[in-house]
């Protein structure tokens, strides 16, 4: 399970916007709606990124999304608010990172939040259970692309667990605002540029097929590196009209 402390270094996004409930006279609760969104920027200030590895689909599944609740605030949250550590977001949802929309942000579901303070946001990459688009099913990731010119296809079954801490928490409070978990393509292109694709077992057409009975080693790599690109935007909080 990766666990991602810094939190206004961004990485792999999904953006939450918080909007009042439509009962005006309940103060208790925050409408919390999660979409996706992807940025570029650089790993490090000093780091380039290589146009070696070029992405031309990058498609992903997530499960549920889950806010988990401050332990300092379990004891003041309002009396009969029935769950305060397990509030989800069910999915699945599957998401296409290098669309349009990503870059903004992709609405994927909504839910009622008990107002208080939340130290973390986790979610699950779920085996997509639907027959169309044929080439997930029963996959979590489906990457493909170029690797120095080399065609590659990464396939993945691994339900990777992510962790995003809040520095300083996130406070729900039924005010309108909105919070980015982002998907840093700039990042994740940086490390997959430093995997050693030298021994790679190649197809017959000279492609590269990664999966987890075909070089597994990438594939552990990769799915390293799509851990080391999620984060939360902090500074992107904003009013809602």
């Known amino acids: ?15 939450v916007l918080v909007s009042c409930n439509d009962d005006d006279n309940n103060t208790d609760m925050s409408r919390v709606k999660v979409a996706l969104k992807t940025s570029q920027t650089a790993l490090k200030s000093d780091a380039t990124t290589t146009e070696s590895f070029v992405l031309e689909k990058f498609n992903i599944c997530i499960g549920e999304i889950e806010f ?14 029935p769950t305060f550590s397990d509030v989800e977001l069910e999915g ?3 998401i296409d990172l290098l669309s349009a929309d990503a870059i903004t942000g ?3 579901a909504s839910v009622n939040v008990p107002n208080a303070i939340y130290e973390e946001i986790e979610f699950e990459f779920e085996q997509y259970d639907k027959e169309e688009p ?5 996959n979590t990731i489906v990457a493909s692309g170029t690797y120095e010119g080399t065609p590659f296809t990464i396939i993945s079954e691994e339900k990777l667990e992510i962790e995003l801490e809040y520095e300083n928490g ?25 995997i050693d694709f030298s021994g790679a077992i190649t197809e017959e057409d000279g492609s590269i097929l ?15 590196a799509i851990e080391d690109s999620f984060d939360i935007d902090e500074d992107d909080e904003e009013d809602d009209d």
């Open 68 to 81: 988990d609740i401050n332990d300092d605030m379990e004891d003041v949250l309002p009396e009969g608010t």
């Open 92 to 94: 699945p949802f599957l």
């Open 106 to 108: 992709i609405d994927l």
């Open 170 to 194: 996130y406070t729900l409070d039924g005010a309108d605002s909105r919070l980015f978990i982002d998907l840093n393509l700039g990042n994740l292109k940086t490390l997959v540029a430093a």
């Open 1 to 15: 399970m990766k666990k991602v402390s810094n939190l206004f270094l961004l990485a792999l996004s999904v953006l």
């Open 210 to 224: 990664i999966t987890k009975d075909k070089n597994d080693n990438i594939l552990e790599q990769f799915e390293d």
């Open 134 to 138: 044929a080439e997930m099913t029963n």
